[in-house]
């Protein structure tokens, strides 16, 4: 008897602030709601510094795609799953931005450069506690895991920002919960960040962090 036929996987699409995104059941589902995300990265854009945008946990890169689509800057995306890169960068070409578009499949405190310095970084990391993962059996448990306080990965997520952003450059970070920002303001001042605005969605709340100019 041979051996059984691998799973069929399905391709499911959804359109995306007029993007066409293309995602399977081992990548996060897009969500309508983080398209406030991409909103608000857009407009900061327009009056942030000259440089290219860093989207760190990229998944189908639909939130990085949405921000910079009309402003002419480029987006580096990261995420270490090789079926989310692969993802984001059919997604790019889809939506004609593939020229300005890099994906790197990588964890993400080896993907960025010595060196290398964003205008804006945005980040929609894992946010849910280990302990509560299992009451999303829908989502991959490697994309929503934020660890014992669900802050894990946007811990590094600010550590990478504060090391590469350019003077007045600032991070966008999308979280689940109001007090997992003020669970982070200690350690993002530490390491020069400072929560400026935040924001409540449909769910969850985006923060802006800003380089401390003192």
């Known amino acids: 008897m041979g051996d059984a036929a691998p799973p069929v996987i399905e391709v499911s699409q959804t ?12 990548v996060l589902t897009p969500r309508a709601w983080t398209a406030l995300q991409s909103r608000w990265a857009a407009s900061l854009l327009a009056r942030l510094p000259e440089g290219p945008v860093l989207e760190l946990g990229a998944g189908a890169g639909h939130i990085g795609l949405a921000a910079v689509r009309g402003t002419g800057r480029r987006l580096i995306c990261v995420d270490r799953d090789h079926v989310a890169a692969a993802y984001a960068s059919a997604n790019a070409e889809e939506a ?12 993400m405190a080896d993907a960025v450069r010595p060196g290398e310095l964003f205008a804006l970084v ?19 448990v490697g994309a929503i895991d934020g660890g014992e306080d669900g802050l894990d990965v946007a811990r590094a997520c600010v550590q990478i920002a504060a090391a590469h952003l350019v003077p007045a450059g600032a991070l966008l970070l ?7 920002v003020d669970g982070l ?9 400072v929560c400026t605005e935040v924001r409540s969605g449909e769910r969850g709340v985006l923060a802006l962090f800003t380089l401390d100019p003192v």
């Open 15 to 26: 359109i995306f602030e007029g993007l066409r995104i293309r995602y399977d059941e081992r």
């Open 96 to 107: 004609g931005l593939a020229s300005r578009v890099e994906v790197r499949q990588s964890p």
């Open 174 to 180: 999308q979280l689940g919960v109001t007090g997992q």
């Open 185 to 193: 303001r200690d350690h993002a001042g530490d390491l020069g960040l």
């Open 122 to 140: 945005i980040a929609d990391p894992p946010w849910v506690t280990t302990h509560e993962t299992h009451r999303y059996p829908e989502d991959p």
